[in-house]
Nanobody, 114 residues
Framework: QVQLVESGGGLVQAGGSLRLSCSVS????????MGWYRQAPGKQRELVAS???????NYGDSVKGRFTISRDNAKMMMYLQMNSLKPEDTAVYYC????????WGQGTQVTVSS
């Protein structure tokens, strides 16, 4: 199994930046892909960014050019650098990892004020 713990959420003004972190533990050598989703109140969970074991990266259309996903295998960490934040980025952000099944973190709240 895989365990994931997010951190780094908070309140920021529009135009500001935040960096989310996701600590990964467990059967990490079997992970085929990781990434971030977010869910705003009353909306479906949407893909923010993903990265495969081969380092192929994909971004949701709404965050392209503003968010950057990265990972540090040595530290067993994944990051989401979020720049030029907008109020519509307000959501709970979840990191995930695919290893046979999809594993999720508990989520971290990001609130962007206008």
């Amino acid at each position: 199994q895989v365990q994931l713990v997010e951190s780094g959420g908070g309140l920021v003004q529009a135009g500001g930046s935040l960096r989310l972190s996701c600590s990964v533990s467990g059967m990490i050598f079997g992970i085929t892909a990781m990434g971030w989703y977010r869910q705003a109140p009353g909306k479906q969970r949407e893909l923010v960014a993903s990265i495969t074991r081969g380092a192929d990266i994909n971004y949701g259309d709404s965050v392209k050019g503003r968010f950057t996903i990265s990972r540090d295998n040595a530290k067993m960490m994944m990051y989401l650098q979020m720049n030029s934040l907008k109020p519509e980025d307000t959501a709970v952000y979840y990191c995930y990892a695919d290893w046979r099944d999809r594993y999720w973190g508990q989520g971290t709240q990001v609130t962007v004020s206008s």
